[in-house]
């Protein structure tokens, strides 16, 4: 679904460290949390890593959220004080999250790859939990 976009928004979503995640839970209550991600290879898929930094709990809510509600939304954005410079590409999807096999392991070797900081983290190819994000649809805007 990716591949309709724009190149300018692919090259967003590509290269963009941080994302805002949207879930909500089975009664709509949303959450929107900030995420580092990955593209694959052919644009369909987004994973991000439940890694290693502090929380509260590892029973996140985002991951609760998913599992009552895989419908989400992925926000990468651009703002600039020069407001022609703004653009934004939102990625609406399904979300699951992945804990083992081939794909898990290709997702945390992309997120690795993409962000220095889980090669200290040791973000581990063999367990832990990455979030799925099949595209259903890409909006992109922006100025002019």
Known sequence: MTADAPAWALALL?????????TADATGQPLVVPVCY????????????????PKRTRQLRRLRNIAANPRVS?????????????????VEGHADVLTEGDEFSRAVDRLVAK????????????????IRITANRVLAWRYG
Do not use: F, M, N
């Open 14 to 22: 590509r290269d963009a460290r941080v994302g805002r995640l949207a």
């Open 74 to 90: 992925l926000v990468v954005d651009e703002y600039d004080e020069d407001w022609t410079r703004l653009r934004y590409v939102i």
């Open 38 to 53: 990955a593209l694959d290879a052919d644009g369909r898929h987004l994973y991000s890593a439940i890694d290693a930094k």
């Open 115 to 130: 962000y220095p900081q889980y090669r200290q983290l040791a973000l581990p190819r063999d367990s832990g939990a990455v």
